[in-house]
């Protein structure tokens, strides 16, 4: 029977789901964000995961921790944007009074159900954002968002389910800070990507609504060594299945996929030259999509009408050598 269990991280209660292969510890409380993917067969963390004196850090920036949600992702030029003649305005919470990483922070998320069975188990919770002042403040639509964790073996699954409960249509966009560990040694580590270009940015990190080769980055879809490399890098995926596959040169792998109907755009990012970590981020909309001029092929903002419905799933697979 694969089973969930209840631990606490620094007095807020967190779940665990257990299989042989892997122990996923979700912390509903703080954002309902993954804090640590344990590889039980190797004694290691997958997720780059905040100790208990992190919490001040956590609470101020917790996309720095395990897959944190971003809704949504990236940057938004001044934090204002216009759809439909309606006019938002996120808080400028970055440089150069820019909004960054969307409203979804530490909310507390609800646990409303739980299912074991020999084969898997899994976690559903839910956050109605009319709850939420602080959200509704900066995008006054009520959103009903819905997440299953679901752990089978050795593979992970998330699902967001999005339900909008308003009454006008609205611009929508996600994705996944995903912290993986290279555990110091880059140079073991190698990265493949389905990509076709580069997102042209300005001096803000802003997209230009510009694409560029992939330049130094060209054998990133057959396969780069990480040794050397220091990225902050949007990036346009190729058509086909959305995998991103990180290898170790004994053969231990990750497989991170994400639905290719949704999730467009992929971030990199190592914080400084490529040494403990790699962020691989999955987006379903460009950085500041909703004031660039191209359309929503381009930016992968997605429409979401009144009572509409989507479901946004990405897996992550440990493969052993």
């Known amino acids: 029977m694969k089973q969930v269990t209840k631990g606490h991280w620094n007095g807020y209660d967190t779940y665990i789901l257990h299989s042989r292969e892997l122990e996923v510890t979700l912390l509903p409380r703080l954002g309902n964000n993954v804090i640590s993917i344990r590889d039980n067969i190797n004694g290691r963390e997958i997720l780059r995961k905040p100790a208990e004196e992190d919490l001040s850090f956590y609470l101020q920036k917790p996309y720095h921790f395990g897959i944190p949600m971003l809704i949504p992702p990236g940057r938004i030029r001044g934090g204002h944007f216009v759809y439909d003649q309606v006019e938002y305005q996120f808080d400028r919470n970055t440089a150069n009074d820019n909004h960054i990483h969307g409203l979804h922070r530490t909310q507390a998320w609800c646990v409303s159900d739980i299912e074991e069975d020999d084969d898997s188990c899994s976690i559903t919770t839910e956050l109605l954002t009319i709850n939420d002042e602080n959200w509704i403040r900066q995008f006054p639509v009520?959103?009903?968002?819905?997440?299953?964790?679901?752990?089978?073996?050795?593979?992970?699954?998330?699902?967001?389910?999005?339900?909008?409960?308003?009454?006008?249509?609205?611009?929508?966009?996600?994705?996944?800070?995903?912290?993986?560990?290279?555990?110091?040694?880059?140079?073991?580590?190698?990265?493949?990507?389905?990509?076709?270009?580069?997102?042209?940015?300005?001096?803000?990190?802003?997209?230009?609504?510009?694409?560029?080769?992939?330049?130094?980055?060209?054998?990133?879809?057959?396969?780069?060594?990480?040794?050397?490399?220091?990225?902050?890098?949007?990036?346009?995926?190729?058509?086909?299945?959305?995998?991103?596959?990180?290898?170790?040169?004994?053969?231990?792998?990750?497989?991170?996929?994400?639905?290719?109907?949704?999730?467009?755009?992929?971030?990199?990012?190592?914080?400084?030259?490529?040494?403990?970590?790699?962020?691989?981020?999955?987006?379903?909309?460009?950085?500041?999509?909703?004031?660039?001029?191209?359309?929503?092929?381009?930016t992968g903002l997605i429409r979401l009408e009144p009572q509409q419905t989507i479901h946004l799933n990405t897996r992550l697979e440990i493969v052993f050598p």
């Open 142 to 298: 009520p959103l009903r968002l819905e997440m299953v964790y679901r752990l089978q073996g050795s593979s992970f699954s998330q699902t967001l389910k999005v339900t909008h409960q308003g009454e006008v249509a609205i611009p929508f966009g996600m994705g996944y800070h995903t912290w993986f560990l290279l555990d110091g040694e880059p140079e073991r580590w190698s990265l493949k990507l389905p990509v076709s270009g580069i997102y042209a940015q300005n001096e803000q990190l802003l997209p230009t609504g510009e694409m560029e080769g992939l330049g130094a980055l060209e054998q990133l879809p057959e396969g780069i060594s990480l040794k050397g490399w220091n990225l902050d890098t949007p990036l346009r995926a190729s058509s086909g299945p959305a995998v991103a596959l990180l290898s170790r040169d004994d053969g231990y792998s990750i497989q991170y996929s994400a639905d290719e109907q949704f999730f467009k755009h992929w971030v990199l990012y190592t914080k400084g030259e490529a040494d403990q970590f790699l962020c691989i981020e999955p987006y379903t909309w460009l950085p500041d999509a909703p004031n660039l001029k191209q359309g929503d092929d381009f």
